[in-house]
Every structure is written in C-alpha cells, then in structure tokens.
C-alpha cells in the first residue's frame, strides 16, 4: 500500500489551513479522518495497480522487491484486502460528509481508469495525475465547509504536472533500455520532450504561485504571503537540480523524505504560511 507515498494526501489540509480554520477543533479533526481516508484509498489503488502490472513489474530492478512481484503475499489475498478497505473507507466518508465521499469516489475511479487505461496514454497519464491532486485539494474543502480560491486549484494543477513529468524523466533514467518494457508508455516520451514540458511548467507554477500571493481574496491585505514564494522556487529549483545534476531516480515523493533541503525547505515554507495565515 505503498505508505511511504501517502504524504502526498497531505494537500487535503490546503482548505483547512488557507481558509484560516486550523484551530477550529472539529474541522481539523473531520480533515484529519479524511486524510486517513485517502491514505487507505490510495493504498488501494496501489495494490490493484500492483496486480494489474505484476509480471512488469518482476522485471524492475526495485518494484520487484514488493510483496507482490517477489511473491511474498498472495494476489488473492491482495484482492480481498483492497476491495474490503475500499467499501469500509467509502461507507466511512459517506457517514462523516456526502460530498467528501463523492469527491473520493470520484478519486478512487479516475485512479482506477489511470491504472488500468489512461497510464498508456500520452500526455493524459500525467494529466490523470494531477487531477488526481486537484480532487485531493476539493476533498478537503467540504470537510472544513471552506471556499478555495481558484489559484489554488491551478496551483495545484501546475505543480502536480511537474511532478507527474519528472516521475516520468526518472523512470526513463532509471531503466534506460528496459525503459518501455516496464511502462509501455515511455516508448513515446523522451528526455528532450520532458525537459521541454518541465521547463514550461515550472515557470507557470512559479507565476501562477507569485499572483496567487497577492491575489487570492482570503490571505492578508499586507501581501506578506509574498515572503514564501522563494520556498516554492527553491523546491522546484532542487528537484530540477537532483534529477539533473545528481542524476537522481527518486520520485518527488521519494525525494522529499531523502533529500534533507527539500524537506526542510517544504517544512519551512509550511510553517511560514501558517505564521503569516494566523499570525499576519
């Protein structure tokens, strides 16, 4: 279930914190539960996605060490544990707020149609991807009956794509020759193509951040959430510095528990929009 990458749910708690309800006890207790949802969701996701690429994946030089692909647990035992925890973690959304559960329906199906279609799909694998987080972001919202400005959500769409297009530059990387026997779709992407999209989508994110700053009408009138715009060009600035010039093969979400800047600068850049959201 691939716990290492559940920190990307952690975007559930943009409503909640940019909507200035972080100390308000039952909302962050409702977004809490819902994280957890997600977290059990995307676990099952992983699980099917596993299953759907079993044999592809034996021949990875490290997925093939996961529980399923080296053979330590049971397909069968897999599909009964997933299909379980999909319906106990639904039945619990649709109990705690309808919308929410909606909206992780609609997550749980997008990520199913990515496992099983769209991944071999130029350009709409990276664009499932994001939507991907853009539903984790309006799961949240809902939960702490908050309005999101727009620019969050493209924020989110922009950044997600980066993510998404340097996953895809480091599996190119990481398996070379092997590259399109593990993912068929790498066939049809290459390292000049990626870079360009990268490139391009960096710039809009960092743009599309700065307006955000000074634009959104919930933030403070003085501007000073302007103070975190360099956290976010340091975060992309790494990434595309580990992936190049370290030649690094890690996920984004891999890399933000291994490289020690990227998570303190992410750790910071938290913490000084909450100081400036509530303090400010």
Not at 121 to 128: N, T
Not at 174 to 183: F, G, P, V, Y
Request: hydrophobic share 55%.
């Amino acid at each position: 279930m691939r716990p290492k990458q559940w920190t990307k749910n952690a975007i559930i708690f943009s409503a909640l914190v940019f909507d200035q309800k972080l100390l308000n006890s039952t909302y962050l207790a409702r977004t809490i539960l819902g994280f957890v949802l997600f977290c059990l969701v995307s676990g099952v996701v992983y699980t099917i996605n596993d299953l759907v690429d079993l044999e592809k994946d034996r021949q990875h030089p490290t997925k093939r060490n996961r529980a399923l692909p080296s053979g330590a647990l049971s397909p069968r035992i897999a599909i009964a544990a997933a299909a379980i925890i999909a319906v106990a973690a639904l039945v619990t959304a649709g109990w705690l707020n309808l919308p929410f559960a909606a909206t992780l329906l609609a997550y749980l199906i997008l990520q199913l149609a990515y496992s099983l279609l769209l991944k071999n799909i130029v350009l709409l694998d990276v664009l499932a991807i994001a939507a991907g987080f853009v539903l984790r972001v309006a799961g949240g919202s809902p939960l702490a009956e908050a309005a999101i400005s727009p620019w969050l959500y493209i924020c989110t769409i922009l950044l997600a794509l980066f993510l998404g297009l340097s996953k895809r530059r480091a599996e190119l990387v990481a398996l070379e020759d092997e590259a399109e026997n593990h993912r068929p779709i790498l066939k049809v992407y290459n390292i000049y193509l990626l870079d360009q999209l990268i490139a391009m989508v960096t710039s809009s994110t960092i743009l599309a951040y700065a307006l955000y700053t000074f634009s959104a009408p919930n933030l403070p009138p003085n501007y000073s959430m302007m103070i975190t715009i360099p956290f976010v060009i340091y975060g992309l600035f790494r990434y595309m510095y580990l992936i190049h010039a370290e030649k690094c093969t890690l996920a984004p979400d891999e890399v933000l528990l291994a490289d020690r800047p990227s998570f303190a600068n992410v750790a910071l850049w938290g913490l000084t929009a909450v100081a400036i959201m509530y303090l400010g």
